[in-house]
């Protein structure tokens, strides 16, 4: 099959809990693609007892090392060889760096990229809002308020801050996200497949624009008589 040959090769970008996942899987179901995500790979490669990567995987994941990007590379390009992406693919976590996206651009064809965009004051205030208890139950003191802040409504334990949502750490987080991000967002704007949405919009919103866009390019592709 030529390159070209897939009507659905797209990639989803943004930055932490921008709804970019979300949105990947609400394509993914709509158009009847495999929903692509590096981080699932990994997992799925890992539990793979019988698979000679298994082992290599598991190596890195377990000590929370990064694994190497050829590594991850390889295991993208079959993924996306696979019989359930003959239309193609919704992808997201993948490329993390303009390397990645340089690579991608040599072994498949992408159709359109989304870029979810969210400011840092939106993204800040989202995580750093959160709160959860010791058995998983989210609350969001603006989004999703408990009734009593210290107490989780489900089931009464006391909630706090994860680290991670801490101000200072998202803050950190979204200066690597843009160190990486930047350079592959202008390497797609330079080849005219960068889409870029508001991400601060209600999901259904989000939504509605992403398959707008896409119905269009499906109907250029099959000369869809507009008149």
Partial sequence: MPLNDKPFELIFLGPPVSGKGTQTELVANTFDIPHISTGVILQ????????????????????????????????VADRIKKDDCSLGYAMDGFPRTLEQAQYL?????????????V???AIVERMSGRRVCKNGHTWHL????????????????????????????????????????????KFYEEQGLLSKINGEQSIEKVQQQI?????TDLRSKIDWNKS
């Fill in 44 to 75: 799925n490669i890992k539990a793979e007892t019988n698979n000679p990567l298994a082992q290599e995987v598991a190596s890195y994941m377990d000590n929370g090392k990064l694994v190497p990007t050829e590594l991850v590379n390889r295991l």
């Fill in 211 to 215: 398959i707008k866009l896409l119905v």
């Fill in 119 to 121: 400011s840092d004051e």
């Fill in 105 to 117: 651009s040599q072994i498949t064809t992408v159709d359109r990229v989304f870029l979810i965009n």
């Fill in 142 to 185: 603006k989004y999703s308020p408990p009734k009593d802040q210290l107490i989780c409504d489900t089931c009464g334990e006391s909630l706090f801050q994860r680290d991670d949502d801490k101000e200072e750490t998202v803050k950190s987080r979204l200066e690597v996200y843009h160190r990486e991000a930047d350079a592959i967002v």
